[in-house]
């Protein structure tokens, strides 16, 4: 079965950091861009950032950039995302989802919350 | 502010038919694809229709996409209760280097 799995979410004080998991399974994940995306609670879906197929391509919105770094290992099949220098405003649910050709999403992750609070 | 526009809501009655409108500019959907995204409360988002008119095997032929240049459209036949959901179009942004979603519409099958 072609899954994705995110973990890692959880709360986490303002200006601190927390690194989130992707794992992928079922699937060739090294043929893959990956992407998050983020929802905040109530709100629409917000890209976050991308991931070429051997990382060495990277891509980020305006508002993390600077503070979140997207990695994989594709021996590991898994994506990451380092959160640093967290906001209230990063709250929300992450999904990771895997690019297709075109760039549209076919598998999602189920998401993992991230809470910022004090 | 998303810089793709949906309207907030749509509502219809059960069997009849809806579209949803999302509107943009050329740096977006004007010169690329549009996918489609259905959500259910506490769920990930699912994928309704990929470049502008595609569906993903599974989806029912009630549901339907087109673009014109800077819009797109989906629609839906056939209304049913369980079509209540929250609907986002979506695509690359060439100037933002970025994805781009819309706000989200809430589906009200009356």
């Known amino acids: 079965e072609v899954q994705l799995v995110e973990s890692g979410g959880g709360l986490v004080q303002p200006g601190g950091s927390l690194r989130l998991s992707c794992a992928a399974s079922g699937f060739t994940f090294s043929n893959y861009w990956m992407h998050w995306v983020r929802q905040a609670p109530g709100k629409g879906l917000v890209w976050v950032s991308r991931i070429n197929t051997d990382g060495s391509t990277t891509t980020y919105a305006d508002s993390v950039k600077g503070r979140f770094t997207i990695s994989r290992d594709n021996a590991k099949n898994t994506m990451y995302l380092q959160m640093n220098s967290l906001r209230a405003e990063d709250t929300a649910v992450y999904y990771c989802?895997?690019?297709?050709?075109?760039?549209?999403?076919?598998?999602w992750g189920q998401g993992t919350l991230v809470t910022v609070s004090s | 502010q998303s810089v793709l526009t949906q309207p907030p809501s749509v509502s219809a009655a059960p069997g009849q038919k809806v579209t949803i409108s999302c509107s943009g500019s050329s740096s977006n959907i004007g010169s690329n694809y549009v996918s489609w995204y259905r959500q259910l409360p506490g769920t990930a988002p699912k994928l309704l229709i990929y470049?502008?008119?595609k569906r993903p095997s599974g989806i029912p032929d009630r549901f339907s996409g087109s673009k014109s240049g800077t819009s797109a459209t989906l629609g839906i036949t056939g209304l049913q209760t369980g079509d209540e959901a929250d609907y986002y179009c979506?695509?690359?942004?060439?100037?933002?280097?970025?994805?781009?979603f819309g706000g989200g519409t809430k589906l009200t099958v009356l």
């Open positions: 979506g695509t690359w942004d060439n100037s933002l280097s970025a994805v781009v």
């Open positions: 989802a895997r690019a297709e050709s075109s760039g549209w999403y076919k598998i």
């Open positions: 470049e502008n008119n």
